[in-house]
């Protein structure tokens, strides 16, 4: 990206938004890098630049934006996550598939320069492999939310090759993060986890003792995101979504950190719906590609990750 260009961030208020709006300012420069959400601007980061407030389902409002702001990128992050689109499946259908048809829309539309659009482990179903779960597996998703993201990774594929549209990709894990509440997901067990430890000293966990899950602490995948939209385009050879692995492990193993360092926090397991979802999704991944075609690697580990998180958070709890 040159200094001429203008980004626009989709759902910048949200657990990924938060603190990709705050690196890619700090990166091209605060009045670059444009933050939209559906909410009134209610916190100081989403304040600190220019901020809009749009329905992204309103293709009409983002592409006036996107011209009267000279947009050339987009990051497309607005989405309803697993837990809460099983509550809602039509409505978490409409609003993460249209939303990104709009995207792309406005993106062919406009000629813009790169779309980043993130996509999860939630594509992966019960047929893949628990461990190492590879960039070709078996994709059959048992949730709404999984089936609109390899629905959307299709779409992603079909505007490259159709239209040599620039949008890259990353299967998130779940993501772990001291300045934004995880929001709706199957995953937030390890946010929240960090907040109940440091309030109350108990957490109890909604995910059963031995579900192991694929993460990444928060600074991880905000420069893997910077990292893959800054690659090379002739090393991009995946136009669907990159896996990308960081950390994995269960309820048990996390809580275990935190008690090394918390030596009174104590855990509990009451299991619900969204034990079913963590059932049905891989336990680990395998990043070989991302790893090849951008040198991608994870810096953090659990215990890195624990010591920094509840570093930050007693800060907040002091
Ligand atoms: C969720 O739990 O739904 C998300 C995800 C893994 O995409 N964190």
Not at 9 to 34: H, M, N
Request: charged residues 20%.
């Amino acid at each position: 990206m040159n200094l001429k260009e203008t980004i626009l961030v989709t759902g910048a208020c949200g657990q990924i938004g938060t603190e990709l709006v705050k690196a890619l300012r700090q990166k091209y420069g605060k009045d670059s890098v444009i933050a939209t959400d559906i909410r009134e601007v209610t916190d100081a980061l989403c304040a600190d630049g220019p901020y809009f407030k749009l329905d992204v389902l309103d293709r009409y409002e983002l592409e006036k934006l996107a011209i009267n702001l000279g947009v050339t990128h987009i990051y497309h992050l607005a989405a309803v996550l697993s837990a809460n689109g099983e509550k809602n499946p039509l409505g978490s259908w409409d609003l993460n598939m249209k939303s990104l048809l709009n995207v792309l829309e406005v993106a062919r539309a406009e000629n813009l320069k790169q779309v980043f659009w993130p996509s999860s482990i939630a594509v992966f179903g019960p047929d893949a492999p628990k461990e190492l779960c590879g960039q070709d597996a078996p994709t059959l998703p048992t949730t709404v939310y999984g089936i609109s993201k390899i629905a959307g990774e299709h779409w992603c594929r079909y505007y490259n090759e159709q239209y040599g549209l620039d949008i890259r990709s990353i299967r998130y894990p779940g993501l772990i993060s001291y300045s934004a509440q995880a929001g709706g997901g199957t995953t937030d067990y390890a946010v929240d986890i960090f907040h109940q430890a440091l309030k109350s000293g108990q957490y109890q966990c909604f995910l059963s003792e031995e579900t192991r899950l694929p993460m990444m602490y928060m600074p991880d995948a905000v420069r893997a995101t910077l990292e893959l939209m800054d690659a090379p385009n002739e090393n991009i050879t995946i136009r669907s979504s990159y896996n990308l692995a960081g950390l994995s492990f269960n309820p048990a193993e996390l809580a275990a950190t935190i008690t090394n360092q918390l030596p009174d926090f104590e855990i509990s397991y009451q299991p619900d719906a969204r034990q079913q979802i963590a059932n049905s999704w891989p336990g680990s991944i395998d990043d070989t590609q991302a790893k090849k075609d951008w040198n991608w690697k994870p810096e953090y580990d659990v215990y890195s990750m624990t010591t920094d998180m509840l570093q930050h958070l007693a800060v907040a709890y002091n």
